[in-house]
């Protein structure tokens, strides 16, 4: 099973993706930390855009901005019982505008789930 | 000009400058002080560098702003400390000299590092925004702050105009002597 997890970013303001173009870049990432009774599989992430900023010295680096959906795969675990659950993750990033970053933050992220 | 710039203790410009982004002497703020450690684990006081001017520069090694202008602080540093002038960088990574280290090595960054933490970036205001720098006169007052990549003209200039107020500023009497402090 798959869902999505809508991320929103305000305007004027960008992530870096889950494919920086340069190694000191923090990453966009998502890892789940329990899944109860789910497997949690392969994150999705969109294609990123590739833009130049300010600070990017001429040089196009790998975002994400506005409005995109990160889709997530679950996998039932084979003993799950029957009833509700939430899958409980995390979600890094690290955001700047054309002309400042700012430190990087992690934020909750919860899929709520009904194993029938 | 150029007479008085050989009789001077200091080497001086042959131009007198005025930096948009400097606050009248009047309206400079005190520099918090604070106590950070170097690279080599030594603690350092912003009141260690009363009497020069400082370049206080707030950034991170994730900031890509912030490796636009370390070059332009480096060659401050390397055209203006035998002028009484010093950058003194902070960074904010909270994986520390880890990774900060490295970071410097490769950038060949020729001026002090200490690792700052939340406190101090309170003090000054609570900086969040990378990178944040201060210029700072040599009364350690804060002369000037640029939140976000600035401009190289703007540092320069404002070093440049803090470096020839060397003599205090003097008040006068009404009969045009100067007034006893």
């Not at chain 2, 982004?21 to 950070?36: C, G, H, N, S, Y």
């Not at chain 2, 202008?69 to 480096?74: A, L």
């Not at chain 2, 309170?122 to 720098?133: E, K, Q, R, S």
Request: glycine residues 8%; aromatic residues 8%; neutral net charge.
């Amino acid at each position: 099973m798959q869902t999505k997890i809508p991320v929103s970013i305000r305007e004027g303001y960008h992530v870096n993706s889950n494919t920086p173009s340069e190694e000191y870049l923090i990453p966009l990432k998502l890892t789940w930390t329990s899944t109860g009774a789910l497997e949690g599989g392969a994150v999705v992430y969109p294609k990123p855009a590739l833009e130049k900023f300010d600070f990017s010295d001429g040089k196009p680096i790998s975002v994400f901005m506005g409005n995109f959906d990160l889709v997530a795969s679950f996998k039932v675990a084979a003993n799950a019982p029957a009833g509700p659950g939430i899958a409980a993750g995390k979600l890094r990033y690290q955001a700047c505008s054309n002309k400042a970053c700012y430190p990087p933050k992690t934020i909750d992220v919860s899929v709520p789930y009904q194993v029938q | 000009m150029l007479a008085v710039c050989l009789i001077q203790t200091q080497a001086c410009s042959s131009r007198s400058v005025k930096a948009a982004t400097v606050k009248a002497e009047q309206d400079r703020k005190p520099a918090p002080e604070f106590a950070l450690k170097d690279a080599d684990g030594k603690t350092v006081h912003l009141s260690d560098y009363k009497g020069k001017v400082v370049l206080l520069d707030f950034f991170a090694t994730w900031c890509g702003p912030c490796k636009i202008e370390i070059p332009w602080f480096m060659e401050a540093e390397r055209r203006n400390k035998d002028r009484g002038f010093a950058v003194l960088g902070v960074s904010m990574d909270d994986e520390g000299w880890e990774v900060v280290k490295p970071f410097l090595a490769e950038l060949g960054v020729n001026y002090r590092v200490v690792i700052g933490n939340d406190a101090t970036a309170g003090m000054y205001g609570g900086v969040d925004a990378l990178p944040t720098t201060f210029l700072i006169d040599r009364e350690g007052r804060i002369a000037a702050v640029h939140v976000g990549l600035a401009s190289k003209k703007d540092f320069t200039d404002g070093i440049e105009q803090l470096l020839q107020n060397t003599a205090p500023a003097v008040t006068l009497n009404n009969d045009g002597r100067p007034r006893a402090e």
